[in-house]
């Protein structure tokens, strides 16, 4: 079934239902738009921080999502099928399905997140972008099963969504899952391999495996503290900084390498940076300058 997703007027994002409406509030309305589901009681402390703060984030949304409030004192039937054993509680529907959902408080970032996450379920295009920044952003807190799962909910709507396919290469390779990593790249069509979200992740997971047998990053900096010359002992050095997530150092021991002697292992350390700025993307303020000092260099 295809979705209708034009944006509800702002007036109807937010009602109370009852026994008697929730099957068109909720099932019936589900079909055009992602509900979610607010179970709460009069008497429940959490309940009276969440419900304004959700009311706001689907005011936010700008009629992607629409809310329905359920007092399970006045509504005990509907808490019974859906088993609300402690409120506060939520649920999501999508096409007549409760499709995620959480229980107790929650941040402002998660109610965010989840309402984007929910948007994406529901198929909505913008909310696909606002989701892959939610998950993005979950990624870079770490949070990387809720990243994940987020991606995948985007995948579900497009699944050959390349920003998606890279950010779920990136939650597996975070978990240390390379294989899998490697994978979910291969998921990308033939045409867009070439796309930088692509070659970005490509880059770390090659550079991941290259500086997992690097060496102790003390040792080797002794090692080329004793001999500037020994461009073997820099080189994994470099890899060590990286594995150690000190990418401006890397970048120092490589050009140091290339200055010193630029056709050393066949040029290893040019190719190696030109890897390492792909892993970093275009974005990097490190990479920029990197890319700067090693041109100035070249073009000597």
Partial sequence: MELNLAPAA???????????????????ASAEVPVIVDFWAPWCGPCKTLGPALEAAVNAAGGKVKMVKVDIDRNQNIAAQMRIQSIPAVFAFVNGQPVDG???????????????????????????????????????????????????????????NVRAIAGMARAHLALGDIDKAKTILDMAPEAKQGDVAITTVRAQIEL??????????????????????????RFDLALALIGAGDAEGAIDALIEIFHRDREWNEGAAKDQLFKLFDSLGPKSVAAQKGRRRLSSMIFL
């Fill in 10 to 28: 702002k007036g109807d994002l937010v009602k109370d239902s009852t026994e008697a409406t929730f099957m068109a509030d909720v099932i019936d």
């Fill in 208 to 233: 991941t495996e290259a500086a997992a047998g690097a060496g102790d990053t003390a040792e080797l900096q002794a090692a080329v503290d004793a001999n500037p010359d020994d461009h073997q002992a």
């Fill in 102 to 160: 959480f229980m107790g408080a929650q941040s402002p970032s998660e109610i965010k997140a989840f309402i984007e996450k929910v948007v994406a379920m529901g198929g909505g295009n913008d909310g696909l972008e606002e989701a892959l920044t939610a998950a993005d952003e979950m990624l870079e807190q770490g949070a990387v099963t809720d990243a994940a799962q987020t991606y995948a909910a985007v995948l579900g709507e497009d699944r050959e």
